[in-house]
């Protein structure tokens, strides 16, 4: 089985402020975790991903996020938030094996707002 | 390369009618899936295919049905459309590196 939970339904930052967009996961194989976008009335986008490799994953668009075992953590985070970056953002988990073919599992989301 | 297209855009329903939504990817992915959101509760899982042939079903299955005759095409035929069935659909696919493409949407009302 495995779960998603973002922490805060809600996120409002400066123009230039750090983001921090907090998901934690439970899952009972190792995860693949992933990190979505989406803008308004339009699909998702990919926006990173972990699978196994470097702990510390680059994405587009400036973010990054940082696989933590030990606290079950995979929170994104963009140094200086642009106005571009108001959107909502969804954490996902999959894993590789048996018989999940890699079905993603969806946190609730977080809304992005950025003001000037 | 168009990769996922959805249609229609938008519906209107009425209690008790039938309806297709459409799925086209071209990426030639076997993995394909159909998802349904609504507010505040992130995406969930209705059906899912693995290839031509192949389908299961996800979290939400009920009062919905799937085929898939191609590699290309993933319908999501609703019967009998009820109000609960009011959300956004989105199909979507997913290559080898488990990175998922997905459609634009449908946004389907019941009335």
């Known amino acids: 089985a495995q779960s998603v939970t973002q922490l805060g339904s809600h996120v409002s930052v400066s123009e230039g402020a750090l983001v921090l967009l907090r998901c934690n996961y439970s899952s009972s194989v190792p995860p693949y975790l992933f990190w979505y976008v989406q803008y308004p009335n339009q699909g998702l986008q990919l926006l990173l991903k972990y699978t196994s490799a470097a702990t510390l994953v680059k994405g587009i668009n400036g973010f990054e996020a940082e696989f933590k075992k030990s606290e079950t953590s995979f929170h994104l985070t963009k140094p200086s938030a642009h106005m571009s970056d108001a959107a909502e953002y969804f954490c996902?988990?999959?894993?590789?094996?048996?018989?999940?073919?890699?079905?993603?599992?969806f946190g609730q989301g977080t809304i992005l707002t950025v003001h000037p | 390369n168009a990769g996922v297209t959805q249609t229609p855009k938008f519906r209107i329903l009425k209690i008790g009618q039938s309806m297709t939504l459409q799925c086209t990817q071209d990426m030639n992915h076997n993995y394909m899936y159909w998802y349904r959101q609504d507010p505040g509760m992130g995406l969930k899982l209705i059906y899912y295919?693995?290839?031509?042939?192949?389908?299961d079903k996800g979290e939400v299955p009920n009062g919905y049905n799937v085929s898939r005759s191609t590699t290309e095409d993933f319908p999501l035929r609703l019967e009998l459309a009820a109000p609960s069935q009011t959300s956004v659909y989105f199909c979507a696919s997913r290559d080898r590196f488990y990175r998922e493409y997905f459609g634009p949407g449908t946004r389907l009302t019941v009335l």
């Open positions: 295919s693995v290839g031509a042939g192949i389908t």
């Open positions: 996902a988990v999959t894993n590789a094996g048996g018989t999940s073919y890699g079905k993603l599992t």
